[in-house]
C-alpha cells in the first residue's frame, strides 16, 4: 500500500555491507556486498578488513538499492541502521553513513537492534508477526529464545547459549575438518551425504535438571574435535560427511527441542527462526517436522533473508515508523553489546514530547524505553 512508510535500513555489524528498501511489510530491494572472501583465509572475520570493506561498498550499494527498488532517496520516510550489537568499528561505518543520508535529506534516523531485525525480517516473507512471538535466534554470534510481545518494544530473552553460539559451532568444527569459512553453508551442504546417526554427539543441556532454554555448544565442540583428533592419530580417514551430518543433528536437536518446549509452556502456537543458522536445510526440516507433531505453526524466512542483510533493517524502521516509535538522537552511538532487549535506540529526550505528537498505541511501552533510558 502506498501509504506504508517507505524505509531505506543499512546493516554493518559484521563481513555484509547490506542495504535494503521496504514499504510496509513488502520487499523493495535488498542488496549486499559481502567482504567475506577477504576474511576466508583468516578463518574468522577480521574486523578492521570488515569494515574497510564496508566503507568501500556502501555508497554503491545504497545507489544499487535505491535502483533496484526503483525509488528516489527524497521518497524514503527513514532511515534505519543497524546500531548494535556487532563488530565496533564494523558497525560505526553503517551509523556514520546512516546519519549522514538521513541529515541531508531532512528523513528521520531510527538505530535499530540487529537480533530484532532478525526476527522481523520474516514480515517480509509471511506478513504481520504474531504478538507474541516466540522466535529462536541462531547466528554466528547469539543463540536464543526470545518471547516478543511486540518486536518494536518488547522483547524478552528465555534464554540463551550459556558459551559458544550455535552458528560459531559450525563455523569450529569446519575448522577442524578444513573446509574454510563460513563454516556452516559447508557442513550443510556436505551433510547431505552423510549418517545423522553414524556418531552420537553430545546435546548439551538437555538433563532433567538443565535450564529448559539455555543452549551450550561448547561441550559438543570439543567431542566432536577430539572424535576427530582419535580418528587421525589411529591413521584412520575421518569421514567428512558422518561427522558432519552427526555434529549438524546435535545442534539441530537441541535447537529445536527447546523451541518447540518453550512454545509449549508459554502457549504460543507458531515459531519463528532467524539468523544465519536459520539458513540449515537440516534445521528447517526437523523444526518443520516437529511443530507440525506438536500442533505449532512455523514461520522461517528464505535463506537468503536469514543471514544478514538490509532488508531486515529496513523492515524493523518500517515497523518503528508504522508503531510511531521515536527516532533516534543524532548522536546515535554504535554499540557492539546493545541488549536484545532493546529493539531500537530512541532519543533520549523524545520522551518529555511522547505526549505531545504520540502516533503510539502503547504509551506504557514508550514510558518503559524511557525510564530504560534515563537510568541505564
Ligand atoms: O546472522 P549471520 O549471517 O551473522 C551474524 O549475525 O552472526 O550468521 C552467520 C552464521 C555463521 O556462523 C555461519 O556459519 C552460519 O550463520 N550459517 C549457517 C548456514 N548459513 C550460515 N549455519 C548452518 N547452516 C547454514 N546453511
Ligand atoms: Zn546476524
Not at 517507505?6 to 555489524?13: A, N, Q
Not at 525480517?121 to 504481520?128: I, K, R, S, T
Request: glycine share 10%; charged share 20%.
Amino acid at each position: 500500500m502506498a501509504d506504508e512508510p517507505l524505509v531505506l535500513g543499512i546493516e554493518t555489524s559484521c563481513d555484509e555491507t547490506g542495504v535494503g528498501i521496504v514499504r510496509g511489510h513488502t520487499l523493495l530491494a535488498d542488496a549486499v556486498a559481502s567482504s567475506v572472501d577477504e576474511h576466508a583465509r583468516f578463518g574468522g572475520v577480521v574486523p578492521e578488513v570488515a569494515s574497510r570493506a564496508h566503507l568501500e561498498a556502501m555508497v554503491p550499494t545504497i545507489q544499487r538499492a535505491l535502483k533496484e527498488a526503483g525509488v528516489a532517496a527524497s521518497d524514503l520516510d527513514g532511515i534505519a541502521v543497524t546500531a548494535g550489537p556487532g563488530l565496533a568499528g564494523a558497525l560505526l561505518v553503517g551509523v556514520s553513513a546512516a546519519k549522514a543520508y538521513a541529515y541531508a535529506l531532512g528523513k528521520p534516523l531510527y538505530g535499530v537492534n540487529h537480533l530484532a531485525s532478525h526476527i522481523c525480517v520474516d514480515q517480509l516473507e509471511h506478513g504481520p508477526l504474531p504478538e507474541p512471538t516466540m522466535a529462536l535466534l541462531v547466528s554466528g554470534g547469539h543463540s536464543s529464545l526470545l518471547l516478543a510481545p511486540d518486536i518494536t518494544s518488547d522483547v524478552r530473552p528465555l534464554g540463551s547459549t550459556i558459551d559458544d553460539a550455535a552458528g560459531e559451532a559450525f563455523d569450529k568444527i569446519a575448522r577442524v575438518l578444513h573446509l574454510g569459512f563460513p563454516g556452516g553453508p559447508v557442513i550443510d551442504r556436505i551433510a547431505r551425504d552423510g549418517d545423522p546417526d553414524a556418531i552420537a554427539f553430545p546435546r548439551g543441556l538437555t538433563g532433567p535438571r538443565d535450564a529448559a532454554y539455555d543452549f551450550s555448544f561448547s561441550g559438543l565442540k570439543t567431542a566432536v574435535a577430539r572424535w576427530i583428533e582419535a580418528k587421525r592419530a589411529a591413521g584412520e580417514e575421518v569421514p567428512v560427511a558422518d561427522v558432519s551430518a552427526s555434529f549438524q543433528e546435535a545442534v539441530a536437536d537441541v535447537l529445536t527441542r527447546k523451541a518447540v518446549r518453550a512454545c509449549k509452556d508459554e502457549g504460543v502456537d507458531h515459531l519463528m527462526i532467524g539468523g544465519g543458522v536459520a539458513a540449515n536445510s537440516r534445521l528447517r526440516a526437523l523444526a518443520e517436522r516437529r511443530c507440525e507433531d506438536a500442533g505449532i505453526t512455523l514461520r522461517v524466512p528464505r535463506p537468503k533473508l536469514c543471514t544478514d542483510n538490509g532488508a531486515m533493517v529496513a523492515a524493523l524502521g518500517a515497523e518503528m515508523v508504522a508503531r510511531g516509535r521515536s527516532a533516534s538522537a543524532w548522536d546515535l552511538s554504535a554499540d557492539s553489546s546493545l541488549p536484545v532487549t532493546d529493539p531500537h535506540v530512541p532519543d533520549p529526550e523524545a520522551h518529555t514530547h511522547s505526549h505531545a505528537h504520540s502516533h503510539t498505541h502503547d504509551h506504557d511501552h514508550v514510558h518503559e524505553l524511557s525510564r530504560k533510558n534515563l537510568y541505564a
